[in-house]
């Protein structure tokens, strides 16, 4: 039988990505003199990059865009992130409970891999650059029975990839939304993920020999 594993979006799931993000989006403005409202952009997390600057910039200048972004990145994003309330504690309770964690996110694989170690999260796997339905790929691949997120495209991701779907309410959507969306069970935030976990894992039936 394989581990029982835990798949957490990254951005307003596990991290407080909004400083960072904001202050690139700046930097990025001033460099290109293409007007960003950062203080928009973080209101409305989850999607891929190149999503959100195709409001801002023209179709052609999409993807230079992006590169330049997470160039930035590197620069401007790190050092004002921190990890939302509860999100070490939620994953050492998989770790504790035997289990593995899958960070699967919308972010560039290789500046979340730094995020994670920025921020001193302990994780299995990752996968970037994912969205929706895309998670769930990685869900099915990864062998996940559940997928915590914040946003609806988490709802979406956890249900394509048949993974039981925790939404968190620390991101753009509100409790009554996400479950509204799907979500089988909502939290206020991570500092209620443990118990919850806890009581899901006592809940499972016994393995088969």
Do not use: C
């Not at 203080?39 to 992006?66: I, S």
């Not at 929706?132 to 394509?160: C, M, N, P, W």
Request: net charge negative.
């Amino acid at each position: 039988m394989s581990a029982f594993t835990v798949g957490f979006d990254l951005d307003m799931t596990l991290l407080d990505t909004r400083p960072g993000i904001a202050s690139t989006h700046r930097a990025l403005s001033a460099e290109t003199g293409v007007f960003i409202d950062a203080d928009l952009v973080v209101t409305r997390l989850g999607p891929p990059l190149t999503v959100e600057l195709a409001n801002w910039f023209p179709a052609e200048r999409v993807e230079a865009a992006a590169d330049r972004y997470r160039e930035l990145y590197r620069e401007h994003a790190f050092a004002p992130t921190v990890p939302l309330p509860g999100a070490l504690a939620a994953v050492e309770a998989v770790h504790r409970a035997g289990g593995r964690v899958a960070v699967i996110t919308g972010k560039y694989e290789p500046n979340a891999r730094l995020h994670l170690e920025h921020a001193g999260i302990d994780y299995d796997a990752l996968v970037g650059d994912l969205w929706a339905e895309t998670k769930g790929a990685a869900l099915r691949e990864l062998g996940a029975q559940v997928y915590v997120g914040d946003h609806l495209g988490d709802i979406v991701g956890a249900r394509s990839g048949g993974a039981l779907a925790v939404g968190v309410a620390t991101g753009p959507y509100d409790a009554e939304q996400l479950a509204a969306a799907g979500a089988d069970v909502v939290l206020a935030d991570l500092t209620g993920f443990p118990a919850w976990l806890a009581g899901y894992r006592a809940a499972e039936p016994a393995p088969v020999d």
